[in-house]
């Protein structure tokens, strides 16, 4: 059935001379809709008012929340129930997607607007480009903006001259004849900073400063200023910037010129550096392992991590030491020219040995200082550990082939530890052992944490005595297992980016560093 707005229509376009056919056309209708209201010739039906909707008195405020953007249509049905909207939430949707659907062919209008208009901008370029528009047309276009002697420069360098100066050019051009920068940028295929640059450099000093290619400020990597701080830096221990270490790396230089009011990207002290004819040395050294039983016993050890169990521990244990407190020997930048050299001959302040283990489920070091390496001092560690993790129901011990690591006594506290009695009285864990392989110190996976530890506060030291040295690498100790409570992670990856391999349990690891000690 026809509305009373369709039948009106149909007429209007039959008292205007249109054909069944063209109306057809126009409308939509079928031909024997459009005959029969053609030929009963009745009057225009009256239009029929619509029923006042329960929205009418709010949809300013719809409006307004709609046009600010963030509103959906549900929260605005929230907002102006509060007013005394009586209606329902359909109604409002509908009314929201009426708001939407005229926005978007706003937008769709404004977009087709401004592509004609940028196609237009383009073609106008693209004639300049090729020399169709003569300079005569441009001189009549401009010369209330700009002297004759400049137009002519900026057109011949448009026709003549190479990229850097085309582009100037009609940079100038496009802005004097109110072309938006984004279209410049568009059309030239350059930053649109770049286009504010050439507009700036134009409108401050004219062409004469538009094609000034001169480098009036010099890079914070040419300032002398630069490298005099970057070296004086390195003149000083890391210890001076607070940081546990004895030798500079990037990453502490690039936070030190930070702090200091020398802000500098780390590719460019590296540079400042490199150009100093500084340079790291080091040596390489591979160990391997006799061992007959070699395999089996690798193949045992994965076995164990490869199927730990949520209340079980596997501990890598091993001795740092003894070593001498006294100046040590260590990779460091240096001066071309130059060779740092270290007394054989030194009073030594005293010695240190250093007996931990790693935890490698939690990475968390447990370390205490001896005065020897023996037997007792294993047991006393073993000892420390089921104590500490009491609460776990095995805890497995792994070391190397050294004499006080394989003695009677230790084996017979392993014993007592698991014996039945001993358990219920302290309620321990079971304590089991996973040797390595003989002269296979390259799989102890601590050896890679004291690797890291000696590189970054051993070497290059010269510690006053020994309990400066001790509270060194407590802090070290420390500040390790602080990062990795507050982000766990098994070992596996570089601990710290500071230990020379993953720590992992892989055969081809080589952890032990020839060089730390």
Not at 108 to 122: L, Q, V
Not at 197 to 206: D, L, M, Q, V
């Amino acid at each position: 059935m026809l509305s009373s707005a369709q039948y009106n229509k149909i007429l209007a376009l039959h008292n205007q001379g249109h054909s069944i056919r063209n109306i057809n056309r126009i409308t939509g209708h079928a031909r024997k809709t459009i005959r029969h209201v053609t030929e009963i010739k009745v009057p225009p039906l009256p239009k029929i008012s619509s029923k006042p909707s329960k929205i009418d008195d709010y949809k300013n405020i719809v409006r307004e929340k709609f046009d600010f953007g963030t509103f959906t249509a549900r929260q605005i049905y929230d907002d102006i129930y509060k007013y005394g909207y009586a209606g329902s939430y359909s109604t409002v949707n509908r009314y929201f997607g009426k708001l939407l659907k005229q926005k978007e062919s706003a937008d769709k209008k404004k977009h087709r607007t401004r592509g004609n208009r940028d196609a237009e901008f383009a073609a106008w370029v693209l004639s300049l480009l090729q020399g169709k528009i003569s300079v005569t047309e441009i001189e009549q276009l401009f010369a209330d903006r700009l002297d004759i002697k400049s137009i002519n420069s900026l057109y011949k360098d448009i026709l003549e001259n190479s990229l850097r100066y085309r582009n100037r050019s009609v940079t100038i051009f496009a802005y004097l004849k109110n072309i938006p920068k984004s279209t410049i940028a568009k059309i030239l295929g350059i930053e649109r900073q770049t286009v504010r640059t050439y507009i700036n450099k134009f409108e401050s000093g004219g062409t004469a400063k538009l094609f000034d290619f001169s480098r009036k400020e010099t890079k914070k990597v040419d300032a002398q200023e630069y490298k005099e701080k970057v070296f004086q830096i390195l003149h000083s221990p890391p210890a001076s910037f607070s940081f546990n270490r004895t030798s500079w790396r990037l990453e502490d230089l690039y936070q030190t010129m930070k702090s200091e009011g020398f802000p500098l990207a780390k590719a460019y002290i590296h540079k400042i550096i490199k150009n100093a004819g500084y340079r790291f040395r080091k040596a390489r050294t591979v160990l391997t392992s006799n061992d007959p039983n070699y395999k089996e016993k690798v193949q045992s050890i994965t076995n164990i991590l490869s199927n730990l169990g949520p209340k079980e521990k596997f501990f890598s244990i091993d001795e740092y030491g003894p070593f001498a407190v006294k100046l040590q020997g260590g990779r460091a930048l240096v001066p071309p020219g130059t060779t740092k050299t270290v007394p054989q001959w030194q009073k030594s302040k005293g010695s240190i040995i250093a007996t931990a283990a790693l935890e490698l489920t939690t990475n968390q070091i447990t370390h205490f200082y001896s005065n020897t390496k023996n037997t007792a001092e294993m047991i006393k560690l073993l000892d420390f550990l089921i104590e500490k993790y009491a609460e776990e129901d095995i805890i497995y011990f792994s070391w190397d082939a050294a004499s006080w690591h394989a003695s009677k006594a230790l084996y017979k506290r392993v014993i007592e530890i698991n014996s039945s009695g001993f358990k219920e009285k302290t309620k321990s864990p079971i304590v089991k052992l996973a040797p390595l392989p003989t002269c296979a110190q390259f799989l102890n996976i601590i050896e890679s944490v004291f690797s890291g530890m000696a590189r970054a506060i051993i070497h290059n030291s010269d510690y006053a005595s020994v309990d400066a040295c001790k509270s060194a690498i407590d802090t070290y100790f420390s500040e390790r297992n602080n990062h990795f409570q507050n982000h766990p992670k098994r070992a596996g990856n570089k601990l710290w980016g500071k230990e020379r391999v993953p720590v992992t349990f892989k055969e081809s690891n080589n952890c032990k560093d020839p060089l730390y000690r």
